[in-house]
C-alpha cells in the first residue's frame, strides 16, 4: 500500500507571546494548535475549514515546514520531514508547494510573470535561462494566462489572474502535494469558480494531493473529498464531505453549517451563533468504555470523528 | 518595461515641475563642473591677474578677481568640481554601508536588529556636524577624510529607510513563497528585498548628496576641510567675509553657489522620493 | 509605562558612556599634544614634566575613570587657553550668550513656524502656502552659516541698519537670533503644515464643521491635539540642529559663547574644554532624546511599549 502524501501525526503549535506591562519582560504561552492528525491520500483533495484564529493556517505552514511545530511529526510520502534542515528540506520543497490567500502579496511586485513562474526553477537550478523562461510561460498556458503576459508585472492583473500566477508558480516544480490556504477568499464568485475549475483540472491532470484550507463551506464542498473542522486549535470533527455536510455531529460543525446563507427567502430564519461556553456545553457525550471526562476524538462511524466526552 | 513600477514613478516625476527643473538646474552644474577646462580662461590656481586683484565682474571676469589675483568664475566652477565629487563619493559609500546593514537589520530583526539600532542611536545622539568637526580637527581635513567623514554619517538615513522597506516586504507572501520553494536567506535578500528597496536607496543616495556637500562647506568655512588652493566654496565664503564690506562679489558668488548646487539637489531628491514612493510624501 | 521610560533611560545611559569612551580615545589616540605644537617650543624634559603634572603619562583607562570621577563632581580640569580659570569657570562665563540667544531663537522660531505652517496648510495652494515652503525648503537646505552670510549682506552691509557682529548692545542680538530661529522655524512651518492638512482631511473634521464649529476652533482645539504626534518627533533633529548651527552663528557673529569656545578649543587642541563642551553637548542630546521619546509615549495612546517604529 502506497503511503499518504502527507501525513501529520499530533501536531502542535504554541506561541509565546510577550506580556504588556510589568517591570521585567514575560512571555504568556498561547496554544494556536493542539495535537492535530490529519492524513492527506494520494491524489485526494481534503478541507480544513473553521474560523479566523481557529489554527487552520497555521496548521498549513506547519505542514509546510515554513513554522516549526513545537511538537509531531510530518511525514512526506511516508518520510518523517519534521526536523530536517533547511539543506534537507530543499529536494522535498520541489514535492510540496503552497498558494495563499491575497494574491498581491504573494507575487513580487518588481518581478515580471515570466520570472515569477520561473524562479523555483531558477532556485533548485533546473534547465538553462532560455529553458526555464520557455516552461514558464507554457506553464503560464496551462493556467490559462497568454504567453504575451510574461513581460507584464503583477499590478497590472486582476485578482483572477494574479492567482493563476501563483498556481501556475507552485504547480512549475510538479509538486505531489500543494496547500492551498485560502486561496479563493478573496476573489468574486464567478472567478472563484473559475479558480476551483482549473484546481480541480490540474488535480486530475498532475495526480496532485491537495489540502485546502476555507472558511468557505460551499467552496469546500463542492472540491473536496473529504472534510476537518478545527475550532479553537483542535481537530472537532473529520469525516467525507458529504457526511459532513448531511450528518454534522458536533455543534460547532452545526453551527457552521447554519451560516451558510439560503437562497430562498422563505427558508431564510433566524440564526443562532453559539458562545463558546455554549459548544462546550454542547460536545456530544458518548457512553463507551475508558471514560475520561475531556473530550476526545472518536470514531462514530466508520472514517466519521467526532470529538466527544466518552462517559 | 513601461509596465514596470519605476516606469510609472519616471512619469509621476515628469508630472513635477519645480523637481524637473531643479534636476536640470543639477544636471548643468554637473556639466560645469565635469567640463570646467573648457568653460575657464584660466586654472583654479593660476595667480594671473595680480595687478587686477579683487577687481569687480567685468566681461571679461564674469565673477571679477579674488584677492590673490586668480579668476574668480575659474574658483566657483572648479569649486563645483570639489562640492560634486564630495557629495556623490560620500552618498555612495553611504549606500554601499546602509543597504546590507538595513538589510540584515529589517530581515533579522531580533538581537541583529537591535545592535543595529543601537549603532543608529549612537550617531543620532552624536549631531554629525559636531563629531565631524572634531573627526575633522583631528585629522587635519583633507579630501578623502571628508567622504569618509560625510559617509559615517550619511548611512544612517539609508540605513533606516532600506530597514522600513525590507521590515514592510517582509511580511508579504512572496517571501513565504519563496521560502516555501527553498530560497535561502541571502538568495530573498539579493532578489528580493534590496530590488524591492530600489527607491528607498535611490531617494536615500540622492538625499546624502547635499548633507556631503553641506558638511564640506561647513568643514571648510571653519579651515578643517579641504585645504587650500582647491577650491572650496565653503572656504571662499570664509575668506569672503573678510572683504565683503568693500568686496562684495568675494562673498555673494560663493555663497549663491553653494545655496543654489545644495538647493536643487534637495529638491531633486525631494521629487524623486515623491515619485518613487508616494507614501512617504511630506516626511 | 515605567519599564519603558526605565528601558529608554539604560538604553541612553549606555549610549552616552559609549560616546564618551569614543571621544576620549579619539582625543588621546591622535597623535600630536598641547604641547607639541610649533608655537610653544618646548623640550623633551620639560615636556615630559608637563605631560606627569596633567596626568597624560597614564594608561588610558586609568586616565578615562579618573577623568570621568572628576566629572561627576563637576570636575572638567582647567582649560590650556586659559590656565587662571576652570573650564567649569569658562563655562559658566561662555553659556549666558548662548541661552539667550538659542532660547530666543528657538522660541521665536518655534511659533513662528507653527503659526506659518497653519497659515499655509489652511489656505493651501496660495500664495501664503507657496511663501512658507519656500522658507522652509530654504531654511532646511542650506547651512546655517550661509544664511547668517545672507543675513549679514541684506541687513549690515547693503542696508547697513545693523551691526555685523558683537554682543555689548541689545540690538546686535537681532542677526544672530533670526540666524537661529532659520531652523526652528523652517521644520516647524514644514511639519505643523504637513501635520495639520493631515488632520483635516479626517472624517472628524468633518463631522466638527456639519457641527458648525469654527474653523478656528477646530484648528487650535481639536486639529492642533491631534497633529501634536508628528511635531514632538521633529523636536528631537531640530533641537540638534540648531545647537549644530549655534558654532557658526557665534563664530560668525562674534558672540563669546559656548559655540565660539567649541572652535577655538578645537583648533587649540584644548583636551579639557573641547572633552567638556562634547560631553556636555551630548548629554543635553541625551536628555532631549529622552524627553522626545517619553513625550512621544505619553502623548500617544496607542504607541507599541517597548520599541521605537
Known amino acids: ?311 | 518595461m513601461t509596465g514596470s513600477p519605476l516606469y510609472f514613478a519616471l512619469r509621476r516625476f515628469a508630472d513635477n515641475k519645480a523637481a524637473v527643473v531643479c534636476g536640470l538646474i543639477l544636471l548643468t552644474i554637473i556639466a560645469m563642473a565635469i567640463f570646467a577646462p573648457l568653460i575657464t580662461q584660466t586654472g583654479y590656481e593660476d595667480q594671473d591677474f595680480l595687478t587686477a586683484a579683487l577687481s569687480f565682474p567685468s566681461a571679461a571676469h564674469l565673477m571679477g578677481i579674488d584677492d590673490l589675483g586668480r579668476d574668480f568664475f575659474a574658483r566657483i566652477v572648479y569649486g563645483a568640481r570639489i562640492s560634486l565629487t564630495i557629495g556623490f563619493a560620500a552618498a555612495l559609500f553611504s549606500v554601499l554601508i546602509g543597504i546590507p546593514l538595513g538589510a540584515i537589520s529589517g530581515y533579522y530583526g531580533g538581537l541583529a536588529d537591535w545592535f543595529v539600532m543601537r549603532l543608529i542611536e549612537l550617531f543620532s545622539v552624536v549631531p554629525p556636524l559636531l563629531a565631524a568637526m572634531l573627526l575633522g580637527a583631528l585629522t587635519g581635513g583633507g579630501f578623502v577624510t571628508i567622504v569618509l567623514i560625510a559617509a559615517l554619517f550619511g548611512w544612517v538615513q539609508v540605513c533606516l529607510l532600506v530597514r522600513a522597506q525590507v521590515k514592510a516586504t517582509r511580511e508579504k507572501e512572496f517571501i513565504r513563497a519563496a521560502q516555501a520553494l527553498g530560497a535561502t536567506p541571502g538568495y530573498i535578500i539579493r532578489r528580493h528585498l534590496i530590488p524591492n528597496a530600489v527607491s528607498p536607496i535611490i531617494v536615500g543616495f540622492v538625499l546624502a548628496i547635499p548633507l556631503a556637500m553641506m558638511l564640506e562647506a561647513s568643514l571648510s568655512f571653519l579651515g578643517i576641510g579641504v585645504p587650500p588652493p582647491m577650491p572650496s566654496w565653503g572656504q571662499m565664503i570664509n575668506v569672503g567675509m573678510n572683504f565683503m564690506y568693500f568686496y562684495w562679489h568675494m562673498a555673494v558668488f560663493p555663497t549663491a553657489a553653494l545655496a543654489i548646487t545644495v538647493l536643487a539637489t534637495t529638491l531633486f531628491g525631494d521629487g524623486l522620493r515623491d515619485a518613487l514612493d508616494p507614501t512617504l510624501k511630506g516626511r | 509605562m515605567i519599564r519603558y521610560i526605565l528601558g529608554r533611560l539604560i538604553s541612553v545611559a549606555l549610549t552616552f558612556t559609549v560616546v564618551s569612551v569614543i571621544v576620549f580615545l579619539m582625543m588621546h589616540a591622535v597623535p600630536g599634544g598641547p604641547f607639541d605644537g610649533n608655537d610653544m617650543p618646548v623640550n623633551d624634559a620639560v615636556k615630559a614634566k608637563l605631560n606627569a603634572s596633567l596626568g597624560l603619562d597614564r594608561p588610558l583607562h586609568i586616565q578615562y575613570f579618573k577623568y570621568m570621577w572628576g566629572v561627576l563632581h563637576f570636575d572638567f580640569g582647567v582649560p590650556f587657553q586659559s590656565p587662571g580659570e576652570t573650564v567649569l569657570q569658562l563655562l559658566a562665563r561662555a553659556w549666558p550668550p548662548s541661552l539667550i540667544l538659542g532660547g530666543s531663537g528657538v522660541l521665536i522660531g518655534t511659533s513662528l513656524g507653527i503659526l506659518l505652517g497653519i497659515a499655509a496648510a489652511q489656505r493651501r495652494n496660495t500664495w501664503v502656502d507657496y511663501l512658507a515652503s519656500a522658507f522652509a525648503t530654504l531654511g532646511l537646505t542650506i547651512p546655517v552659516f550661509v544664511i547668517s552670510m545672507m543675513l549679514i549682506m541684506v541687513f549690515a552691509v547693503w542696508l547697513r541698519v545693523l551691526p555685523a557682529a558683537g554682543w555689548d548692545r541689545p540690538h546686535s542680538w537681532i542677526l544672530p537670533i533670526a540666524a537661529y530661529a532659520a531652523i526652528p522655524m523652517a521644520t516647524y512651518a514644514r511639519y505643523t503644515r504637513s501635520a495639520v492638512l493631515d488632520v483635516l482631511n479626517k472624517p472628524f473634521v468633518t463631522v466638527l464643521r456639519a457641527k458648525g464649529i469654527s474653523e478656528r476652533r477646530i484648528i487650535f482645539q481639536h486639529v492642533l491635539r491631534n497633529a501634536a504626534l508628528p511635531m514632538i518627533t521633529v523636536f528631537l533633529p531640530m533641537f540638534i540642529g540648531t545647537a549644530t548651527g549655534s558654532i557658526f552663528v557665534e563664530s560668525m557673529f562674534r558672540v563669546p559663547g559656548l559655540g565660539a569656545y567649541f572652535v577655538s578649543s578645537i583648533n587649540l587642541r584644548d583636551y579639557p574644554l573641547e572633552m567638556a563642551l562634547i560631553l556636555m553637548i551630548t548629554f543635553m542630546f541625551c536628555i532631549a532624546y529622552l524627553i522626545s521619546d517619553i513625550l512621544y509615549a505619553l502623548v500617544n495612546p496607542r504607541i507599541r511599549v517597548g520599541g521605537r517604529q
Not at chain 1, 520543497?93 to 498558494?99: D, T
Not at chain 1, 515580471?112 to 532556485?123: G, K, R, S, W, Y
Not at chain 1, 505531489?176 to 486561496?183: G, I, K, R, T, W
Request: include cysteine; hydrophobic fraction near 45%.
Open chain 1, 1 to 311: 500500500m502506497t503511503p499518504p502524501a502527507l501525513e501529520l501525526r499530533a501536531l502542535s503549535k504554541t506561541f509565546r507571546l510577550p506580556q504588556r506591562g510589568g517591570l521585567l519582560p514575560r512571555t504568556v504561552a498561547h496554544h494556536a494548535v493542539t495535537e492535530v492528525s490529519l492524513t492527506l491520500p494520494q491524489n485526494a483533495i481534503l478541507g480544513l475549514v473553521g474560523e479566523s484564529g481557529s489554527g487552520k493556517t497555521t496548521t498549513g505552514m506547519m505542514a509546510m515546514r515554513l513554522i516549526q511545530p513545537t511538537a509531531g511529526q510530518i511525514l512526506l510520502d511516508g518520510s518523517d520531514i519534521t526536523n530536517l534542515d533547511a539543506a534537507a528540506m530543499k529536494p522535498l520543497r520541489c514535492k510540496m508547494q503552497v498558494v495563499f490567500q491575497d494574491s498581491y502579496s504573494a507575487l513580487d511586485p518588481m518581478m515580471t510573470l515570466c520570472q515569477i513562474v520561473a524562479e523555483p526553477l531558477h532556485i533548485h537550478a533546473i534547465g538553462t535561462p532560455s529553458e526555464q523562461t520557455e516552461q514558464a510561460l507554457a506553464m503560464m498556458e496551462r493556467v490559462g494566462l497568454h504567453r504575451s503576459y510574461g513581460a507584464r508585472y503583477p499590478h497590472e492583473l486582476s485578482g483572477g489572474q494574479r492567482q493563476r500566477v501563483a498556481i501556475a508558480r507552485a504547480l512549475i516544480l510538479r509538486p505531489s502535494v500543494l496547500v492551498a490556504d485560502e486561496p479563493t477568499s478573496a476573489l468574486d464568485v464567478s472567478v472563484k469558480a473559475q479558480i476551483i475549475n482549473l484546481l480541480l483540472d490540474l488535480q486530475a491532470e498532475m495526480g496532485l494531493s491537495i489540502l485546502f484550507i476555507s472558511h468557505d463551506l460551499s467552496v469546500v464542498r463542492s472540491l473536496t473529498d473529504s472534510v476537518a473542522v478545527m475550532w479553537g486549535g483542535r481537530i472537532v470533527e473529520q469525516a467525507a464531505t458529504e457526511t459532513i455536510f448531511a450528518d454534522a455531529r458536533h455543534p460547532y460543525t452545526r453551527g457552521l453549517l447554519d451560516a451558510i446563507p439560503v437562497l430562498n427567502p422563505r427558508e431564510r430564519r433566524q440564526r443562532q451563533f453559539l458562545t463558546s461556553a455554549q459548544i462546550q456545553a454542547q460536545i456530544p457525550r458518548i457512553a463507551g468504555r475508558g471514560a475520561t471526562n475531556k473530550p476526545q476524538l472518536v470514531e462514530v462511524a466508520p472514517g466519521h470523528l467526532v470529538e466527544a466526552i466518552l462517559q
